[in-house]
């Protein structure tokens, strides 16, 4: 409920009817059987509207539903790699990883070690600096080579 003693109003056509008694905004906007809003309370006197509430929260609930629609989730994609891949497989891949990117999604590159090969894990960070120049234009790295377990992993962002 309103404090103040007067507001000024604003009628549901949008036309501003001057500042009054709140007790006399109220009962305007029951005659014509709508709801007395405070727009700006901040304002001197407060600014108040006639309004439909019910209507009012449904168009709401409508916008935030087709906001809600069209916005884009981003998604996280992982590519899979050996230390010593062969160069037709390794274009296969970046030709994914680019597209991923265009699509405006994440991409988790992930190097998985077996056996001996986690004693050379210099081959896997030459590779995953490797992928970082050949992306370079098109995404960042948000999170940089870093080993877990038997595999390394690095996480590239759409620029």
């Given at each position: ?18 500042v ?26 407060p600014?108040c ?19 809600r ?14 230390p ?27 190097l ?8 050379h ?7 995953l600096?490797r992928v ?15 080993m ?6 690095m ?5």
């Amino acid at each position: 409920m309103i404090q103040v003693d007067k507001v000024r109003v604003i009628d549901d056509e949008g036309e501003n009817l001057g500042v009054m008694y709140t007790r006399e905004a109220i009962d305007r906007a029951a005659e014509v059987g709508l709801d007395l809003v405070e727009v700006s309370p901040s304002a001197d006197p407060p600014v108040c509207k006639f309004l439909d509430v019910g209507k009012y929260r449904y168009e709401a609930q409508k916008k935030a539903n087709a906001a809600r629609k069209t916005q884009k989730t981003q998604e996280l994609k992982e590519i899979k790699m050996r230390p010593n891949i062969d160069d037709h497989d390794y274009d296969v891949k970046m030709r994914n990883v680019n597209k991923f990117i265009e699509n405006g999604d994440k991409v988790k590159l992930t190097l998985r070690f077996r056996g001996r090969e986690l004693s050379h894990q210099e081959l896997g960070m030459n590779l995953l600096k490797r992928v970082q120049e050949d992306v370079e234009e098109i995404a960042k790295v948000e999170a940089y080579p870093r080993m877990e377990g038997r595999q390394m992993l690095m996480v590239l962002a759409p620029k």
